[in-house]
């Protein structure tokens, strides 16, 4: 019988690691409640945004605070193309991807001249543009609360509840996945990691360090503003509130607490810093007199927030990805000496 915790092929490990991933991602909706469901979307929709900002940052070595202005712009467009023009939702996802090559070439422009901290005080600027239209655009047509987006239909099935856009969002996650590995292992993704390391020595070696810097601009903040897409359908309405620019820092922490330069790292950190005010939530219910501290809850959360920045940063700086590894590592060791053990008896 196969044994995979003792087994020496890597194959047949990452066999049965995608077996067993698969099985639970097909049960979980199956058995789990709206609310688990509703976070596991929310997981999902952190995740594409992690993953985009993982070939900005933790690859190509750009740093960028305008994540969030991204997202915005990819959910403004799905809303004022459903609003005004009726496009179909998920038609509007090909514009929105086409709306953040546009804004990645252009804020991508002055990491040609700019590096560190005058890069990402640079990038501010696409969040502060975009979220300035939007709420222009709120405000003269009248959308107070926000632009309401109607359920999306995939192949007649209307998107009404939280199974169907658990797989939409599933299937989302793994096309990402897929795409961004596929980037990584080709041409493109050698010469972002050859420029992240030393500029000057990528260009010796005869990569065009400003092509390399626009395409993973544009490729990363494409995908972002799909994500933004995604996620003016799945709540089903658009408003400024929603993109507070605390909300670039959050990606910028997922990257770090998942292990900076790591695809698993991107979906480590994102479900991670998604489930963490949740989970603060829940122990302060917990605590005596939980009612009286349901109003400072969000502090709880912004303090959970950077005692784990600072952990991760100070402690391990290759995040959760570094911890796993060190774990495997451990284990392996500990089951050679186990098995030597075995035969010297």
């Not at 952190?46 to 915005?72: D, E, K, R």
């Amino acid at each position: 019988m196969f044994d995979p915790a003792t087994s020496d092929n890597p194959g047949a490990l990452s066999w049965v690691r995608g077996v067993v991933l698969l099985a639970v991602a097909i049960l979980f909706p199956l058995l789990a409640s709206p609310f688990q469901i509703d976070l596991a979307c929310q997981v999902f929709l952190a995740c594409i945004g992690a993953l985009s900002l993982m070939i900005l940052t933790g690859f190509a070595g750009q740093v960028s605070l305008g994540h969030a202005g991204l997202i915005a712009a990819g959910a403004f467009t799905t809303g004022i193309l459903t609003k005004e023009l009726n496009v179909p939702v998920f038609l509007t996802i090909p514009v929105a991807a086409v709306t953040g090559m546009v804004l990645g070439l252009v804020f991508g422009l002055p990491s040609l001249r700019l590096r560190g901290l005058y890069l990402a005080v640079s990038t501010l600027a696409l969040h502060f543009v975009v979220i300035y239209l939007g709420g222009e655009y709120e405000t003269k047509r009248g959308f107070s609360t926000g632009i309401l987006i109607e359920p999306p239909s995939i192949f007649g099935y209307h998107l009404t509840d939280g199974r169907g856009w658990y797989v939409v969002l599933l299937v989302a996650v793994a096309l990402v996945f897929w795409l961004v590995r596929n980037l990584l292992r080709g041409r493109t993704g050698r010469a972002w990691g050859a420029m992240h390391v030393n500029e000057a020595v990528a260009a010796a070696l005869g990569v065009n360090v400003p092509r390399a810097k626009l395409m993973a601009f544009v490729i990363s903040s494409a995908i972002t503003a799909v994500g933004g897409a995604l996620f003016a359908s799945y709540r089903g309405f658009v408003s400024v509130d929603a993109f507070p620019l605390m909300l670039s820092v959050q990606y910028v922490a997922m990257i770090i607490v998942g292990g900076m330069g790591s695809l698993a790292g991107a979906i480590l950190g994102a479900a991670f810093l998604t489930i963490l005010p949740y989970a603060i939530e829940a122990l302060v219910m917990l605590l005596p007199g939980a009612s009286g501290h349901a109003n400072q809850v969000s502090a709880f959360n912004y303090t959970a927030f950077g005692l784990v920045m600072i952990l991760f940063l100070v402690l391990e700086p290759g995040g959760l990805v570094a911890i796993g590894r060190r774990i495997r590592s451990r284990l392996s060791i500990t089951r050679v000496r186990a098995r030597a053990v075995e035969k010297a008896l």
